[in-house]
């Protein structure tokens, strides 16, 4: 309950509740991660912990929380700017005239940001905060705490979210995306960073291919060697997760072609391209190749070693 809908983190969660049970909350709040990181999910978690009514704050129950997760409660204020990459000035400035009008119905008032303010508005929301009434909170959100100016920064309580490990992400996408192969899962997970959002995206766009399955596809297809060698050479640095979870994409996308090869449809263009391009018999040849790879990287063989394996055995 309360803060464990945001997934992994669990520092920041253990922090905050500590925080919470001691009633020492800050007047200012600074979210960072990248897109996808959940900053949205704990800026609504975090103001609902800020005027729940329940024991175990945030209890998600109360009519507080609910109206907070449900965006309808009267004393959280979202602050956008439609018109505008930054939100305009004027707007900030407005601000501290609303926040000296008592809250509605909570014990606190909160002003969300969930857009850039640009070096001035940031300026202007620091005079706001001054001497900032007792009930009033900000939180701002950002990609990227740089572009924070540093007198920001130093007055907030800086809450910075993490990616998530493979552990953590995989059993929430299996049950998200219940008809998806294994294999496409790890590598929307591989090149999401560890930031659910971003994964997501990737498998909602039906583009988790990187760059290297591409070139992997195109270099099998074509039979080309060196198209392989330059392809296989670099990732035999890559960490051994990173790696894992490469080979098993590709192996997820030869199945998945020599099903297409027995009559199935196929679910991609590549996995297309690949059961037209190779016969069952060399598909089942490169399975096994891949398998194995997938086996010694497991028994902690080096990446090179693995890689150069798969130079002599995938063609
Ligand atoms: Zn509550």
């Known amino acids: 309950m309360g803060f464990d809908s945001l997934l992994g983190n669990t520092r920041l969660k253990e922090n905050l509740r500590a925080s919470i049970a001691r009633n020492r909350m800050s007047h200012f709040y600074l979210i960072s991660g990248p897109e996808g990181a959940g900053k949205k999910t704990l800026a609504k978690l975090l103001s609902a912990a800020l005027l729940c009514r329940g024991q175990e704050k945030p209890c998600l129950q109360c009519p507080a929380c609910r109206k907070v997760m449900a965006g309808t409660h009267p004393d ?33 008032k909160i002003y969300l940001f969930p857009q850039e303010l640009g070096t001035e508005g940031q300026n ?9 009434p007792a009930y009033a909170v900000a939180i701002l959100l950002t990609d990227n705490p740089e572009k924070v100016l540093t007198t920001v920064r130093s007055r907030c309580t800086e809450l910075s979210l993490q990616g998530l490990s493979p552990e953590e992400m995989l059993p929430v996408l299996k049950k998200e995306y219940p008809q998806a192969e294994e294999g496409l899962l790890q590598g929307a997970m591989a090149r999401s960073g560890g930031f659910l959002g971003q994964a997501k995206a990737l498998l909602d766009a039906g583009s988790i291919l990187s760059p290297q399955t591409e070139g992997f596809v195109s270099a099998l297809c074509k039979k080309n060697m060196l198209e392989l060698v330059n392809l296989l050479t670099p990732m035999g640095q890559w960490n051994r997760e ?74």
């Open 76 to 108: 959280v204020i979202t602050v956008t700017d439609d018109e505008h990459k930054n939100v305009a000035v004027k707007l900030v400035r407005q601000v501290r005239d609303d926040m000296f009008v008592k809250p509605n119905e909570g014990e606190r």
């Open 124 to 132: 202007a929301l620091l005079k706001v905060l001054e001497e900032p």
């Open 242 to 315: 990173k790696l894992l979870q490469e080979l098993f994409l590709w192996l997820s996308l030869l199945q998945q072609a020599l099903s297409c090869r027995s009559g199935m449809q196929a679910t991609t263009q590549q996995v297309k391209t690949l059961a037209q391009a190779r016969s069952s018999k060399e598909l089942l040849q490169t399975i096994r190749s891949l398998q194995k790879a997938i086996q010694y990287v497991q028994e902690n063989v080096s990446g090179a070693a693995v890689c150069s394996y798969l130079i002599w055995n995938l063609i």
